[in-house]
């Protein structure tokens, strides 16, 4: 892959699968999920009618998150999270990445849920209240909506809005001591999957 928003559409194809087989894998997991967040995001400032800064990023987030059970319907909850950059554009090291994630969360949330079980116990508060509770997993693939691709706004166009915008302040008169003026594009596409089949990917564009 040669665009971190590739690896969405591959996690998209080959996490629940991975998912399903590591959460039957791990002791005691109730439901587990990935979230998955790739951004590219562009920037620039003015100040008093001169160029400040301008940015371009481009970033990629991996979450994953495990419920597990314990004794007297106790739940424990575990969460892991890194920021994975363009590793994520090789496929192993995307795939090694949730593996680790799921075994660090997984860890996380048996020990929780073991503590709060012992809780339970020490306080009588033990219910036959399931410790889990599933629902319908959703599906669903919004896009981002939008007349320009954010990513083929240049750094030169953003510069020259605010740069234009600040100039402008600038000759409102005296009693406007101090502008600054920033203007930023962004496209962002957010993925989550849940153990249960759940499987949601929405785009959103600025």
Known sequence: MTDLFEAVGFLKRSAPAELARLAKSGRDTLHAAIRF???????????????????ESESAALGLSVVAGARGNAAGYGYSGIE???????????????????????????????????????????????????VTPAQADVAASYQRDPRSVTNAEITDLTL???????????????????????????????????????GFAV
């Open 37 to 55: 967040e790739v951004v590219f995001r562009r920037g620039a400032s003015a100040e008093n009618g001169s160029t400040r800064r301008s940015s």
């Open 84 to 134: 994975i950059g363009h590793a994520a554009l090789k496929t192993s090291k995307l795939i090694d990445a949730v593996r680790g994630g799921f075994k660090a969360a997984h860890e996380r949330a048996r020990l929780n849920a073991s503590r709060n079980s012992a809780l339970m116990r020490e306080h009588g508060a033990a219910t036959g209240t399931p410790a889990w509770i599933p």
């Open 164 to 202: 234009d915008a600040s100039r402008a302040l600038s000759k409102l008169g005296h009693e406007l001591a101090f502008n600054v003026v920033s203007a930023f594009t962004e496209l962002r596409h957010e993925l989550f999957v849940g153990s249960d089949g759940a499987l949601i990917l929405q």
